[in-house]
């Protein structure tokens, strides 16, 4: 696996940008000062829990418009979900249900630990109410600016733990954010395990946030996150003439395309790839290498 990291300071250097990609900002220097440094980091994804969170945080912003994870999640009895009456943009929240889903299943524990990821999702609103308190009492003006999302495509960044999904980032009110503003949209991302400085939110080096204005609307801003190493997606892991391997021995099929076909799991086995939608409901649109 390639090691590569980034960071970025802002403004006086309170804050800093953590993850396993490069860095392209092109807003005034008058407004926000960034340095890039060369941190080396893996993509260590433990058991799973670092590629699934990068990956809710995708479908989220995908499929809600918005990171709010305060506003838009609930942790009941040790189990998050999505809170009741939350407005779904896209497919009704299927992704997001979907990768929430795997606090209840797992299908080769050597790959993925359903308790452990709960566990973090759990433990993850304390992360991000504190790193909120504290923005709000020491650097107001640093708080994650009320946006809208709208993904716009997908880009890739040599040394990355996994394509990148680029967003546009507007104003809640549709206008166009400042690039000033937009470099603290990362401040949401605390949740999903972005780091900053005087922070510790997991270090998850999937997230990877960066600014770049390549493949962005003109006049608008974009931000962009490494989701998951392609367990999520249509990108595999494979050798001419053999199966395909999935990262974490999953992929997001809501249609069926690949069910019944041939896989490898990560973990060596051949199997098959199976839906188990009828009896784990919450994990619909998953297929997994069984």
């Given at each position: 696996m390639k090691l590569f990291s980034i960071m970025m300071s802002v403004g006086v250097g309170f804050l800093a940008l953590q993850g396993c990609a490069g860095a392209e900002y092109t807003g005034d220097a008058e407004d926000v000062g960034v340095q890039e440094g060369a941190l080396a980091a893996t993509c260590v994804s433990r058991q799973g829990t670092n590629a699934s969170k990068a990956a809710l945080a995708v479908a989220m912003a995908d499929e809600l418009g918005r990171w709010e994870p305060l506003k838009d999640l609930q942790s009941v009895n040790g189990r998050v979900s999505l809170k009741s009456g939350v407005t779904c943009l896209k497919n009704a929240c299927a992704k997001t249900k979907a990768i929430l889903g795997q606090q209840d299943f797992t299908a080769d524990q050597n790959r993925f630990n359903n308790t452990s990821y709960g566990s973090d999702l759990t433990a993850s609103f304390d992360r991000q109410s504190t790193w909120i308190?504290?923005?709000?009492?020491?650097?107001?003006?640093r708080l994650p600016p009320a946006h809208?999302?709208?993904?716009?495509?997908?880009?890739?960044?040599?040394?990355?733990?996994?394509?990148?999904?680029?967003?546009?980032?507007?104003?809640a009110d549709g206008t166009a954010m400042t690039a000033a503003k937009a470099a603290y949209m990362s401040n949401a991302l605390c949740y999903y395990g972005q780091d900053a400085v005087g922070m510790s939110c997991g270090a998850n080096p999937f997230v990877g946030f960066t600014q770049t204005q390549t493949g962005c609307p003109a006049g608008r801003v974009c931000v962009a996150i490494d989701p998951d190493d392609g367990d999520s997606g249509s990108g595999t892991?494979?050798?001419?003439?053999?199966?395909?391997?999935?990262?974490?021995?999953?992929?997001w099929d809501p249609t069926n395309v690949k069910l019944n076909s041939q896989c490898t799991k990560t973990s060596g086995p051949l199997g098959t790839m199976q839906s188990k939608c009828s009896t784990a409901p919450n994990t619909c649109g998953f297929l997994y290498c069984m």
């Open positions: 308190a504290r923005l709000t009492q020491n650097y107001p003006d809208k999302l709208k993904m716009v495509g997908t880009m890739t960044l040599t040394g990355a733990c996994g394509p990148h999904f680029l967003f546009q980032v507007d104003n892991t494979t050798t001419a003439g053999s199966a395909p391997t999935y990262t974490l021995n999953r992929l």
